[in-house]
């Protein structure tokens, strides 16, 4: 009696055992339906959600570029310092800035407008026992060469490199004073002062007198190192060589002590020279955007 009601506690327990297994086959059944049904909804919806983003990101690429499409013009500021190559050649480096426009006229030659203004300085002791400083300011027209852009393959480049010469005026007032009494010795202009035809070295002086800077021609030499921060603005470095068509740039012509003024103001090394040493900031002008 006892042995066949085990067997029936046994049997009622595997019935019970078979109905949760199979409950449990359902449930899993039922769980991997809903599932199923969701990743085959995830993947129906995700390409085209993609698709969407993707297009939208296209888009927002587009009209961006649209915007930041880059003209043939910029606008430079630039700062530095001066260095004189001429009789009083003993060093004074002395602060100069300016500002210049330029446009692309071809792929890698553009035209540029500068306009500069400092001083100039400098000193010798042997013979002259004199320093000067120099006033200017100077205009100038330069037809400029980027050799990336006209040799590289590359669209967008990290780097310019630009030479460059041109012809300019230059405007300016030297006084040369006593290295130990700071006493006024020489100087390029005063109340007799004329000025001669623009780009002769000497003739005869007309107009009102008391000029108070001479004009003389420039020719600027140089080169250019830009690293583009972004499509539109780029950071620089400078070097600027000016020949000038005078011998008073120091007021100071020739071994000479006299005056360099009107005749007198050339000697057998007509023509002084300078550098300019300058950190440049160029912004790049965008193109409207087209609508």
């Known amino acids: 009696m006892y042995s066949l009601f085990s067997k029936r506690i046994a049997m009622v327990k595997c019935i019970e055992n078979q109905d949760i297994l199979i409950f449990l086959l359902k449930i899993h059944q039922h769980t991997m339906k809903h599932i199923s049904l969701i990743l085959l909804i995830l993947y129906g919806v ?3 959600v993609y698709g969407q983003k993707h297009n939208n990101g296209q888009l927002h690429k587009t ?8 003209s043939r013009f910029a606008f430079t500021a630039k700062g530095g310092l ?7 050649n003993e060093q004074t480096m002395l602060g100069s800035y300016g500002l210049g426009f330029s446009g692309r006229v071809s792929k890698g030659i553009s035209v540029g407008f500068d ?4 001083k100039i300085g400098g000193q010798k002791q042997t ?3 004199s320093y000067f400083v120099t006033e200017y300011n100077a205009v100038e027209v330069t037809a400029r060469w980027n050799l990336t852009k006209q040799f590289s393959r590359n669209k967008d480049d990290l780097f310019d490199v630009i030479v460059y010469t041109g012809v300019g005026v230059i405007f300016f007032n030297a006084n040369a004073y006593d290295l130990d009494t700071n ?16 780009f002769l070295r000497w003739g005869n002086p007309r107009g009102r007198a008391g000029i108070k800077k001479t004009h003389e021609r420039i020719i600027p030499i140089g080169s250019s190192f830009d690293y583009n921060l972004t499509d539109r603005l780029k950071l620089g470095m400078d070097f ?14 020739g071994q000479r002590l006299i005056n360099p003024e009107e005749g007198d103001s050339y000697s057998n090394t007509p023509n002084d020279k300078f550098s300019l040493l300058s950190v440049t900031v160029t912004h790049c002008f965008a193109k409207p955007g087209r609508r």
């Open 46 to 48: 995700s390409p085209s």
């Open 63 to 70: 009209v961006h570029n649209r915007k930041r499409e880059i």
């Open 127 to 129: 013979f002259f026992n």
């Open 240 to 253: 600027r060589f000016y020949l000038v068509r005078t011998d008073k740039l120091d007021a100071t012509s």
């Open 82 to 88: 001066t260095q004189f190559y001429g009789e009083l």
């Open 183 to 198: 006493e006024l010795l020489r100087f390029s202009n005063s109340e007799t002062s004329k000025r001669n035809q623009l």
């Open 115 to 118: 306009y500069s203004a400092g």
